[in-house]
């Protein structure tokens, strides 16, 4: 008897996004507001009450309501997923058949290509041009001809912080032969008016993805929503493992939505937040050849330098992690102190190192 381990998966290694202690974690665009004592006391109140000997609720029924209160939508449109990683390996598998061809554009977030590696479909990937935007006409003629049947990408976009406006993604949608997911997890950040999740009913070819692992400070939870037309919402409900999301996840995210104001409060914060950080960024950048910052619609800001690598090595021996992406730089916004600490610590490296025109 024997096994070896195939190639598609003979040289993976299990995903690690950062080694390491560090005391400022700005590196996954997770929000760095902890739960309030409020929200902890709503936690511990849930504990209490739980029945950990029952299985989870297979369609997550009071959760999916009040995520679709608190967006305005029905309820029968949302499916949930183990965050949204489970929905894209989830939909990629199961709406594409064997050898089709799906497009992602690029940079964009990792995972969607990632995921086409092991369903063994090909991906192909469409270029954004130098101030990393998308020209709709020309994706829309590259999905056509390249026979493409589902094309995903994240608006406003991780990593570099952009938005497509709402009528372009509309044309987008109407004039592809494809299905299209939005993945919309960075919307809470820009604004609701962009988003498509109230749009879904019109097409027969859109999924909008959200998840509370950003704006709603919840990447523990591990929740992404699906949401799309009940033909869709159907076909994923019964491809989905039925007990894809555990019960105490399931309850924390049903009474979190609830509470608006305060979601919409901390979603203030840090708008509010990213804004100084982006600023700080912008006036460094003035008296360095090669610093470009791109304006934001996102918590995090993306930043193109020659000298990335040796400022992430620099800040990581700070304690301080941002994600590194060879020509690129991508800084989380921290709370008002964190980001104070990390613009001080730029500007020391900047010093020291002798990058400044002078
Ligand atoms: N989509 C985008 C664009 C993301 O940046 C991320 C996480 N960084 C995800 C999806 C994954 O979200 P989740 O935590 O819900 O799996």
Known sequence: MSYELNDKIINLVPYEPISGDYSIRLDANECTLNYTEEMLGMVHNIVD???????????CTELRKSFADFYGLDYKNVTVGNGSDELIFLIESAFLKKGDKMLVTAPDFSMYEFYSSITENPCVRFLKNYELN???????DSVNKEDIKLLIFSNPCNPTGQGIRKDECIKLIRNVNALVVLDEAYMDFWDESESLLKDINDYDNLIVFRTASKAL???????????????????????????NVNSLSQAIGAQLYKNKSLLKERINTIVENTKLLYNELVAIGKNIDDFTVYP?????????????????????????AIRYMGDYIRITS??????????KTIKQFILEKNYARS
């Open 217 to 243: 400070g919840s990447a523990a939870l591990r929740l992404g929503f699906a949401v799309s037309n009940t033909t869709i919402s159907n076909a994923i409900a019964a491809v989905k493992s039925p007990y």
């Open 134 to 140: 998308i020209n709709v006409d020309a994706l829309i």
């Open 334 to 343: 921290g709370t008002k102190e964190e980001n104070t600490i990390v613009i």
């Open 49 to 59: 009450n739980l029945n950990f000997n029952r299985y989870p609720d297979p369609t």
């Open 296 to 320: 934001t619609k996102t918590n995090f800001v993306f930043v193109k330098t020659p000298f990335g690598k040796e400022l992430w090595d620099y800040l990581k021996n700070n304690s301080i």
